[in-house]
Nanobody, 125 residues
Framework: QVQLVESGGGLVQPGGSLRLSCAAS????????IGWFRQAPGKEREAVSC????????EYADSVKGRFTISRDNAKNTVYLQMNSLQPEDTAVYLC??????????????????WGQGTQVTVSS
């Protein structure tokens, strides 16, 4: 059974940092692109970052470039999102998702087959 579980969210002050984790079970991450998305209340789901099968091929939304870093540890079957210099506009539920085996990163959420339940990130003073 394919399962993705996000963790690491929480409340942080502007300028702070968080590291999100996306732990996979039921399959090996090695052969799949993994994306991070976020969704704020009343807004559409937005692509934040993605890591391709061939590391270190990564992609970032313009809004997070230079602040967020995505990485994967295939031995732990986990993908991470290090988020620095967080701002109130980063507040959202963050979700990880896997794309089809052997495919590439795409920003369209419809490309992704399986999703985690999400972890809340709140940036506020």
């Amino acid at each position: 059974q394919v399962q993705l579980v996000e963790s690491g969210g929480g409340l942080v002050q502007p300028g702070g940092s968080l590291r999100l984790s996306c732990a996979a079970s039921g399959f090996a991450l090695d052969y799949y692109p993994i994306g991070w998305f976020r969704q704020a209340p009343g807004k559409e789901r937005e692509a934040v970052s993605c890591i391709n099968i061939e590391a270190p091929s990564t992609e970032y939304a313009d809004s997070v470039k230079g602040r967020f870093t995505i990485s994967r540890d295939n031995a732990k079957n986990t993908v991470y999102l290090q988020m620095n210099s967080l701002q109130p506009e980063d507040t959202a539920v963050y979700l990880c998702a896997i794309g089809p085996r052997g495919s590439i990163c795409l920003s369209n959420p419809l490309h992704y087959n399986y999703w985690g339940q999400g972890t809340q990130v709140t940036v506020s003073s």
